[in-house]
């Protein structure tokens, strides 16, 4: 059974850093790719930045600069370094996985929400 932990959330001051981590576990499982979405109140997720098995990246343009997603040799760990925060970045964070399932012997593709760590810059 897959799971999925998400950390590193807190609070700073504008023009303070974080780091979030997300952790993909499980047996027969394939990762293709994880990424951190954030949903501030009342809105809707929104992409933050992404990141594939073969290590290509996609940034919001919102955190292009400032924000640095990488993947551990293992694959199925996940960070995402964000420098100079500021308080429009204030949110719920959420780890987002895509990948494929072959614990039962036939491949059987999944997507998986983490429960989201909060993330608060204050001005």
């Known amino acids: 059974q897959m799971q999925l932990v998400e950390s590193g959330g807190g609070s700073v001051e504008n023009g303070g850093s974080l780091r979030l981590s997300c952790t993909v576990s499980?047996?027969?499982?394939?990762?293709?790719?994880i990424g951190w979405f954030r949903q501030r109140s009342g809105t809707q997720r929104d992409l933050v930045a992404s990141?594939?098995?073969?290590?290509?990246?996609n940034y919001a343009d919102s955190a292009k600069g400032r924000f640095t997603i990488s993947r551990d040799k293992d694959q199925n760990t996940v960070h995402l370094q964000m420098n100079n925060l500021k308080p429009e970045d204030t949110a719920v964070y959420l780890c987002?996985?895509?990948?494929?399932?072959?614990?039962?012997?036939?491949?059987?593709?999944?997507?998986?929400w983490g429960q989201g760590t909060q993330v608060n810059v204050s001005s």
């Open positions: 990141i594939t098995s073969a290590g290509r990246t």
């Open positions: 987002n996985v895509a990948g494929v399932d072959y614990s039962d012997g036939d491949p059987h593709e999944f997507g998986a």
């Open positions: 499980g047996s027969g499982i394939s990762v293709n790719a």
